[in-house]
């Protein structure tokens, strides 16, 4: 194949240290498997972490950004796609994933957890599992967890098999 | 004001009985008040049930609809807004609602929830309750709940207000 | 049908008198006849004239706006789209029309003209007509000119049946 | 700057053999240029032709996609965007681009012209040129016109000092 896998990293643009450490380290282990980075572009949270972790280990990261512009984009993308569809990018997010992985986040990523069930990318969160939710099926979606982005990293593999 | 107040009734396009009848009942109860009803627009489950309860006392019905065409529209939407963005259209149906039901469903259900907590419109969820979700946050939406029909009217009137 | 046939109405948000004027008494008719009028839903220009001439004919008017909330919306708009995508939503807006007529405007109006011609809608310009471009062509779309408002419904009436 | 200018070329599915080997070899330049080249991503026209020219010279290249899948990606894009939004991706392809270069198409290149001089891309039309368009003004944006990929070019290289 001619073309790098491309992971997915979605979480919030206001996040925790740990959950940004976690993002950043994957970001690394992404780019160390010659894996494209995707995110939402955005110079913050989650995304900035991922993106630097990517870039600083050589990776191509591309950034999905909400707007026409690229004031708001984070400086480790390599390829910043200006959408100009606020959140609707959410759906080319995860579309354009082979794999998709949440960190902790708000109900952006909540959403696009959702959006990446609906059509069937598989989706690992990272830190925290999604629970039961009563009147609300995921569908025939994979969803995976794990602890730490070693083992993402292990999920993703096997999923790419 | 010169419009209708637009609710919009989210919902799986395959749904269980009662949560069928709900969205019907609630369809009825949004035409008698004079609001607007906005769905997905598809003739399937929630979407179906809702705007012919809606369509049947007399109410306007607005469909968000996936694709180009009228083929996969209820008979009983008045107005189809074809869109030709797939589950982007989500995004739409939650930004044009004044207030946002969600009805039992899946995770297009899910993600609309999601996105319209992201994009400050109020949730109320009908027959069951989204619960505390670990590692994510829903931000400073507002998300109700109710169990009838006719309660979430009484929810609706007080966002209203 | 239980639907009212959409008749689009695109044109400039900054419009010369007599597109106006031909905005405002295109809308008039489009009311009269009992079809829906669907625009860019702004207060400016082409939308804003056309909107107000169906509203103060009792007709139903959908503006499908670039925007996330109300703000820039006409007065004259019954049914508020808010889509967040920007110039994106210049594709729901002639995916939705059964027929779309362009009025004078800039390269948003022939950027929905493009549009509506890649995607089978037929169009009526209204006061100009478009050459045949060198290099570029319309494919299997239906291109039709007329000058006045009621020389477009008399195309419009040609096309429905 | 840690990113490649990101040149745009858009042109139709459906070409004539000089329009595509004018597509292939600006391809080439572009990849010579050390730019990214970014298209509509099919396997088809003009996007196969300039996707290949500049992936056998080590290029970059983005392809953004109306579909949600890989099924109708050129095998020379190395970056597919899976949009799932059909047309409204032209949206994206000219915001997402530094300049967009227009080759011989139908009407979705003529809308992605437009969309481009909307939103103040700068596009160069490369072996035709847009004529005056009565009833229609192309705003403030910048329209340039070339007859040979060199030439072409040299105007990328002066719009980007």
Redesign the interface.
Known sequence: M???W?IGIMG?GDAAAEALDNAYRLGCLVAQHKW?LLNGGRDAGVMAASARGA?ENGG?T?G?LPG?TLHTAS??????????????R???NV??SDVVVAC????????E???A???DRPVI?M?????A???????T?RLLSADTPEAVVGLIEKLLQ
Not at 104 to 111: C, K, R, V
Not at 133 to 138: K, Q, R, V
């Open positions: 001619n073309r790098p491309i919030g494209c870039f191509l591309v999905i026409t400086p480790h993308i390599t390829i910043p796609i200006r959408t100009g569809m606020g959140m609707a959410n759906c080319i579309l354009s902790p986040g708000g109900p952006g990523t909540l959403s957890i959702a959006l069930l609906k059509s969160t830190g925290f599992s999604l629970p939710l009563p009147g609300l099926s995921i569908g979606g």
